[in-house]
């Protein structure tokens, strides 16, 4: 996914739904971490829907329950979509169509955390389903909660390519913003007329943004310089350097701002594509600017956004790129200081494990220990904690 992004509670959210959900993130995180464990995932899914821990949800939807349950024929349709959303998860291809063939209308029913059954066989990567899906009458254009993610941006900005190209094979045509996600540069360049001109819609889609007030910006963006360049960050968040060119080519803004605030430049140090990177300072990107969350500059974004994250392949895949930015200190802090208040004991691991200093403070005077220690109510700081205490001097 696109990193952090707080999704509201659905309109009747469900404890049941919600631990389902723990489950499948577990799995997905112990991809990464094998020492994962499930109060991780459920701090994670807390934390997609702006609590700060399990019990908080938890307690949450327990007042929510003593203000009335739904129940009756509502409540009988509702285990069922979560039955079919269930077997979407697993890639069950022989219960979803058993369910389809006896309820159609679940092929677009919509879960309570705001999906289609198509964005959620999307977002657990599931290629197989994609086809089954459309031929039944799965929407291809339903876009995620209040986003303007359709099936197929979501596949591009999460890197499921494969999936991305099964929901090609079944008709689904990209728009700008998508093509260039996918390194198309042919299909980029279908959507400039001879003079260079962007042609009208040609992006539907197109990267979360968000004001200073923390409103969502519009999606796509309103004029076509911005949605010129908010194809050329996916283009480089996804290492696609033929697109890239192609973008470069068309006037883009070499300062706009995706995706948690970050340049084109940001996302192509996050993707590691040396050409790429290359490519835009070549073409005048400012390497000293910096995002809006974590305040680094480009370099050092490409590491220590992944590693606020959680996501241990993309530390792995930076550090083997340039091991010298496994200390690197930006706007007052280290990787270290970022995977330690975030909770995620994989990326510490292999940090330390890549010649992290341990005692190394930010700019307020705290170690990694002293900044996981400031969330004792979630499980992730918590094993940090109790890992940095437990380890040999």
Same mark, same amino acid.
């Given at each position: 996914?696109?990193?952090?992004?707080?999704?509201?509670?659905?309109?009747?959210?469900?404890?049941? $739904? &919600?631990?389902?959900?723990?489950?499948?993130?577990?799995? %997905?995180?112990?991809?990464?971490?094998?020492?994962?464990?499930?109060?991780?995932?459920?701090?994670?899914?807390?934390?997609?829907?702006?609590? *700060?821990?399990?019990?908080? &949800?938890?307690?949450?939807?327990?007042?929510?329950?003593?203000?009335?349950?739904?129940?009756?024929?509502?409540?009988?349709?509702?285990?069922?979509?979560?039955?079919?959303?269930?077997?979407?998860?697993? *890639?069950?291809?022989?219960?979803?169509?058993?369910?389809?063939?006896?309820?159609? *209308?679940?092929?677009?029913?919509?879960?309570?955390?705001?999906?289609?059954?198509?964005?959620?066989?999307?977002?657990?990567?599931?290629?197989?389903?994609?086809?089954?899906?459309?031929?039944?009458?799965?929407?291809?254009?339903?876009? $995620? *909660?209040?986003?303007?993610?359709?099936?197929?941006?979501?596949?591009?900005?999460? %890197?499921?390519?494969?999936?991305?190209?099964?929901?090609?094979?079944?008709?689904?045509?990209?728009?700008?913003?998508?093509?260039?996600?996918?390194?198309?540069?042919?299909?980029?360049?279908?959507?400039?007329?001879?003079?260079?001109?962007?042609?009208?819609?040609?992006?539907?889609?197109?990267?979360?943004?968000?004001?200073?007030?923390?409103?969502?910006?519009?999606?796509? !963006?309103?004029?076509?310089? %911005?949605? /010129?360049?908010?194809?050329?960050?996916?283009?480089?968040?996804?290492?696609?350097?033929?697109?890239?060119?192609?973008?470069?080519?068309?006037?883009?803004?070499?300062?706009?701002?995706?995706?948690?605030?970050?340049?084109?430049?940001?996302?192509?140090?996050?993707?590691?594509?040396?050409?790429?990177?290359?490519?835009?300072?070549?073409?005048?990107?400012?390497?000293?600017?910096?995002?809006?969350?974590?305040?680094?500059?480009?370099?050092?974004?490409?590491?220590?956004? !992944?590693?606020?994250?959680?996501?241990?392949?993309?530390?792995?895949?930076?550090?083997?790129?340039?091991?010298?930015?496994?200390?690197?200190?930006?706007?007052?802090?280290? !990787?270290?200081?970022?995977?330690?208040?975030?909770?995620?004991?994989?990326?510490?691991?292999?940090?330390?494990?890549?010649?992290?200093? /341990?005692?190394?403070?930010?700019?307020?005077?705290?170690?990694?220990?002293?900044?996981?220690?400031?969330?004792?109510?979630?499980?992730?700081?918590?094993? /940090?904690?109790?890992?940095?205490?437990?380890?040999?001097?």
């Amino acid at each position: 996914m696109e990193g952090w992004c707080v999704m509201p509670l659905p309109d009747r959210p469900n404890l049941e $739904y &919600l631990k389902k959900l723990a489950k499948e993130k577990l799995r %997905e995180l112990q991809c990464g971490d094998a020492s994962a464990r499930l109060a991780d995932a459920q701090l994670a899914v807390a934390r997609k829907h702006g609590f *700060a821990s399990w019990r908080k &949800l938890r307690a949450h939807l327990d007042a929510l329950r003593r203000a009335g349950k739904p129940s009756g024929r509502a409540g009988l349709l509702q285990e069922q979509v979560e039955e079919f959303y269930g077997a979407i998860y697993r *890639a069950d291809e022989a219960t979803v169509e058993r369910m389809l063939s006896v309820e159609p *209308a679940l092929v677009n029913a919509r879960h309570p955390d705001g999906t289609t059954p198509l964005l959620a066989a999307v977002d657990h990567n599931k290629p197989g389903l994609i086809a089954l899906l459309l031929a039944r009458g799965g929407d291809p254009d339903g876009v $995620y *909660a209040h986003s303007a993610h359709t099936p197929l941006s979501w596949a591009v900005t999460s %890197e499921h390519f494969e999936v991305a190209e099964a929901l090609r094979r079944g008709g689904v045509a990209p728009d700008l913003y998508c093509a260039a996600g996918l390194g198309d540069a042919k299909a980029v360049e279908a959507f400039f007329d001879a003079e260079g001109r962007l042609q009208e819609g040609a992006s539907s889609t197109g990267s979360s943004r968000y004001g200073p007030d923390g409103m969502r910006l519009p999606c796509p !963006p309103p004029s076509a310089r %911005e949605v /010129v360049s908010d194809a050329l960050y996916i283009a480089c968040r996804n290492g696609k350097e033929e697109a890239v060119r192609v973008l470069l080519r068309h006037g883009t803004d070499l300062s706009f701002r995706a995706f948690a605030g970050g340049t084109p430049l940001h996302w192509a140090y996050f993707s590691g594509s040396h050409a790429v990177i290359e490519a835009l300072l070549q073409a005048g990107a400012d390497p000293t600017l910096r995002d809006d969350v974590l305040r680094c500059t480009p370099r050092t974004f490409g590491i220590c956004w !992944p590693a606020s994250e959680g996501w241990v392949s993309k530390v792995r895949q930076r550090l083997a790129d340039d091991p010298t930015l496994v200390n690197i200190m930006d706007a007052g802090r280290a !990787p270290l200081h970022l995977a330690a208040k975030g909770g995620h004991l994989g990326v510490v691991k292999l940090l330390i494990e890549a010649g992290a200093n /341990v005692n190394l403070r930010d700019a307020e005077g705290k170690t990694a220990l002293d900044l996981a220690g400031e969330r004792p109510d979630q499980a992730g700081s918590v094993k /940090v904690a109790e890992w940095l205490k437990d380890r040999d001097p």
